[in-house]
């Protein structure tokens, strides 16, 4: 029987360089990177009404930033609240306060479970 030849030990090498790709091609083709963005991008400086349009006026007082969707979106969130402090008002505050009383007493947490 010929003797059984070891393989050569490996060894790990030295050092490994790993590459990770960032960006898209097109923003390496452009020139792009990461300290040229940062204070980049500028606000649009807004017209003055009187160079606007008729249509951008319109445009601009429905969605604009203080515009009627911004108001009537801030008053459907605030009615909310006052729908639900209004329920609690009513529900619990007025019969505590003996100003009035309920048709029916509160159900009690057991009757929920009825079979």
């Known amino acids: 029987m ?3 030849q ?3 030990p490996i060894t790990p090498p030295g050092s490994v360089e790993i590459r990770f790709k960032r960006g898209s091609r097109r923003r390496k083709q ?3 990177s990461d300290t ?3 204070g980049s991008k500028k606000a649009p400086v807004p ?3 009187e160079s606007m349009t ?7 007082l429905y969605v604009g930033e203080k515009g009627a969707l911004f108001w009537l979106n801030k008053f459907a969130y605030a009615s909310i609240f006052i729908v639900i402090g209004g329920w609690i008002v ?3 505050v007025g019969p505590a306060l003996n100003l009035y009383q309920l048709d029916t007493p509160p159900l009690a947490p057991t009757a929920m479970f009825k079979e």
């Not at 008729?54 to 601009?60: I, R, T």
Request: proline share 16%.
């Open 2 to 4: 010929p003797p059984v």
């Open 6 to 8: 070891q393989p050569p």
């Open 30 to 32: 452009e020139g792009d």
């Open 36 to 38: 040229n963005r940062i």
């Open 47 to 49: 017209k003055d009404w």
């Open 54 to 60: 008729l249509n951008e006026k319109l445009l601009e």
């Open 90 to 92: 009513f529900r619990f």
